[in-house]
């Protein structure tokens, strides 16, 4: 799996990094822009900042069946920072302030930001980042419209303080009363309108998937087709890690592939999250998936990019990541809950994978078609011949001629489908 340039993480902002098939690197963080005010000075609104507090509820995981929200395990502080965050799936770039419900405090050398130690550095990041970072991760998690926001851009400062000197100690405590962000998006959209654009282009992308079926199990193939056909693994597009990348403008890397799922999943009210794993600390490199509830209350998972066999110009995909459970998936599938200093709570995932009923799937199929997307072509030819070559584990059946074995003689019969096809 290759690298995923995550725009979860960012050296610049947060004392974590992570690259796609990757683990964390810690990076030591100085603060560049720690921007100290008085409260009086700041006590009231009057620079146009948005000023959020505890006055919005964060979803929670059993509200209903179809919720799931990693912003529902979180702490006072960090829930009010995701209510601020996800309120940008209306994109803008105005300033806004969060008002701690749970003041911070900190002891320093000295109070003037110039004047501060390494020491006093680290402990003003940690601090900081400790009652934002995770609620940021969290709503990135949960939301995919954020799809243009830029966190290796964007400013965060402490906007409202108080401080008093211990002269025992010879230590400043600082209370830290309000964190200040300055959203920005990504390059590749030039400028807010065309993140606007990209925005209404994105929901109508999701709108005209074709979702055949009424069950679950059929909705969610679809979905998984759909972006399999349309989009390709390319670490070089301009919008690979985002559902962007899936569904507008084809060129996505894992992250791009399990964000355009959860969109369409979401747009359908199917329970649906993004997980991260599969580090490795040797290579930099991570990897993500979905998990997915089904009606049966249980939880599979699904991994889009692995299933995409195909490359630019190709429709070639497979179903050996399609609603699997923790006995075969987790066999190359590591999830991670530890994402920085952010924790992930993942629901549990089945043991077992999914059996459709027969009701959820068609057994009616023309001949030929072993990889059942509805088509007799070179794809089919290529579906037999690894299960032939046991390169891969088919979901269906490649005895074509009912002999009872799957062998180059079912190759041969395809072969002359596809050219029968033809003319």
């Known amino acids: 799996m290759k690298r995923l340039f995550s725009a979860l993480l960012s050296a610049a902002l947060f004392p974590t990094i992570l690259n796609c098939t990757g683990s964390p690197v810690s990076a030591d963080y100085i603060p560049e822009n720690m921007d100290f005010h008085e409260t009086e000075e700041n006590s009231e609104n009057g620079l146009g900042w948005i000023y959020f507090d505890d006055s919005a509820e964060v979803l929670s995981s059993d509200q209903s069946e179809n919720s799931y929200s990693f912003g529902a395990y979180l702490d006072k502080n960090n829930t009010d920072v995701y209510n601020a965050f996800i309120r940008l799936s209306e994109p803008s770039v105005e300033q806004l302030t969060v008002k701690l419900p749970e003041p911070v405090s900190i002891e320093l050398s000295t109070n003037i930001p110039s004047k501060m130690t390494d020491e006093d550095n680290q402990i003003y990041g940690s601090a900081l980042f ?102 390709y693994y390319d670490l070089e597009a301009p919008f690979s890690t985002s559902a962007v990348g899936a569904i507008v403008e084809p060129g996505a890397v894992c992250e791009g592939y399990a964000e355009g799922f ?17 580090f490795s600390s040797t290579d930099d490199e991570g990897h993500m998936w979905n998990y997915v509830q089904m009606e049966d209350g ?7 990019t692995w299933d995409d066999l195909d490359g630019k110009n190709g429709e070639e995909l497979q179903y050996k990541y399609f609603l699997k459970g923790s006995d075969s998936f987790s066999k190359n599938h590591t999830p991670v809950s530890e994402f920085g200093i952010t924790m992930l709570n993942y ?28 088509k007799v072509n070179v794809a089919d030819i290529v579906y037999c011949s690894g299960a032939v070559l046991k390169t891969h584990t088919p979901e269906f059946s490649c005895d074509v001629n009912d002999d009872g074995m799957v062998d180059a003689f079912d190759i041969v019969l395809i072969r002359k489908l596809v050219i029968e096809k033809s003319y």
């Open 298 to 304: 249980k939880w599979y998972a699904i991994d889009v």
């Open 262 to 278: 959860k969109f369409i999943c979401d747009s359908l009210d199917i329970p649906c999250i993004l997980v991260v794993g599969n």
């Open 347 to 374: 629901p549990e995932l089945s043991e077992s994978d999914y059996v459709p009923s027969s009701t959820e799937t068609d057994p009616e199929y023309e001949t030929g078609d072993v990889n059942h997307d509805g």
């Open 130 to 231: 400790a009652n934002c970072r995770p609620g940021i991760d969290s709503a990135l998690f949960d939301v995919p419209e954020l799809f243009w926001l830029d966190i290796t851009q964007m400013g965060v400062n402490v906007k409202n303080y108080s401080s008093s000197y211990n002269m025992r100690t010879k230590k400043y405590t600082i209370v830290m009363e309000a964190i200040t962000f300055s959203p920005a998006f990504f390059e590749a959209y030039g400028s807010m309108e065309s993140v606007l654009e990209y925005k209404q282009r994105l929901n109508e992308a999701a709108e005209n998937v074709p979702i055949e079926g009424e069950t679950r199990y059929e909705k969610l193939k679809s979905i998984h087709d759909y972006i399999c056909n349309f989009t």
